[in-house]
């Protein structure tokens, strides 16, 4: 009788036990916010990196995620990390270039030849260093996460040379190496935030974008766009990002946890948008005109955007541009 007594005690006492832990509110809260909504790979890694922050802080940390513009555009929600208004987001390079000049090298076009070179320039001194010197506008950077190659689509004509693109109003991301690249191809570009795309394109205010297969379907751009082509003219990536003024406040022991999750976030955001890309090309043959650019016709876009280059390389860096070139082809000759 009394060992029973004891026994349910014990099992009243860990159930009060586990219900406090869980409803205890947590120390720590991050609320991150995205662009794109929560069929993107990014959203599912961001889950992801939520699970595990969440689980291996013990529950001292909350994360709550925002996707399709909720929190504000890619550069608002940067100013909002630099204010401390907001603790996370994940933009792609060609928005951050404002904030740190570097950054631009990036997006330059035809920049990496394959993803694997992309990850070794990214995750090598380079693309630490750059991640490192965020932290002098107010953010930590994380991790590069990937959002892709650029693809062009439109709603006025199939395009196979830079001769077709003449002419076309093209939204581009708010970044002068993307307008200076279409520019050189004829084209009318117009930059804009991602959360008024659809919208513009809905409404003809432009004829096109340029973006990963992925967002192209997820976002349903296929329904306001007829066309499009696999320029894959730019890799993208995406900089997984905290506010410095919170992450400063967190103990070392949780720095940890967040800073580590996002590593094993970006090993599974590469992994899932690379097969999502592959997989979402193959749905979108089903509901555009997709051309396929042969190599000879995909090296004259190459020939085309050459000059943004020499536009560029001194505003760039020219040292930082050669050094991501020679560890391209270090890379390649591995
Ligand atoms: C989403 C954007 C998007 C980017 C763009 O917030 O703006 O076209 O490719 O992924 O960051």
Redesign the pocket.
């Known amino acids: 009788m009394r060992k029973n007594l004891i026994i349910n005690l014990s099992l009243a006492l860990l159930l009060v036990l586990t219900f406090t832990v869980s409803t205890m509110a947590a120390e720590y809260t991050i609320n991150a916010g ?3 909504n929560d069929k993107s790979a ?1 959203y599912k890694s961001l889950e992801f990196f939520k699970e595990l922050v969440e689980k291996n802080s013990d529950g001292q940390i909350e994360v709550n995620l925002y996707h399709s ?1 909720q929190l504000g ?2 550069r608002e929600m940067m100013e909002a990390l630099q204010m401390g208004v907001q603790e996370m987001t994940c ?2 390079t ?2 951050i270039a404002p904030f740190v000049n570097g950054f631009k090298v990036f997006d330059l076009p035809f920049l990496f030849p394959t993803h694997e070179a992309a990850d070794y320039v990214l995750d090598g001194p380079v693309g630490q260093d750059l991640l490192k010197q965020l932290e002098d506008v107010g953010i930590v950077g994380l991790a590069f996460w990937e ?1 892709g190659y ?1 693809q062009l689509t439109n709603s006025v004509r199939p395009v196979e040379t830079p001769e077709d693109v003449k002419g076309l109003k093209i939204r581009t ?1 708010e970044n002068p190496m993307h307008l200076a690249a279409w520019k050189e191809m004829g084209a009318n570009p117009t930059p804009m ?3 008024e ?1 659809f919208s513009a394109m809905q409404q003809g205010v432009v004829d096109g ?4 297969w992925g ?1 192209i379907y997820l976002q349903n751009f296929f329904e306001v766009q007829d066309y499009t082509t696999n320029t894959g003219h730019v890799y ?1 990536p ?1 900089v997984l990002m905290i506010s410095k003024q919170f992450y400063d406040k967190l103990p070392s022991d949780l720095q940890d946890v967040v800073y580590e999750a996002a590593q094993k976030a970006k090993d599974h955001n590469r992994r899932t948008n690379r097969a999502m890309n592959a997989e979402y090309l193959e749905k979108l043959k089903d509901v555009m005109n997709v051309t396929i650019l042969t190599p000879e016709q995909k090296a004259a876009f190459q020939e085309a955007v050459q000059p943004v280059y020499d536009q560029f390389k001194d505003e760039i860096g020219a040292d930082l541009v050669e050094e991501v070139q020679a560890q391209v082809k270090e890379f390649q000759a591995q």
């Open positions: 995205i662009g794109l990014q513009s555009d890619d933009p792609s060609a928005p959002n650029r991301m935030a991602f959360g795309l974008q340029e973006n990963p967002t993208s995406f």
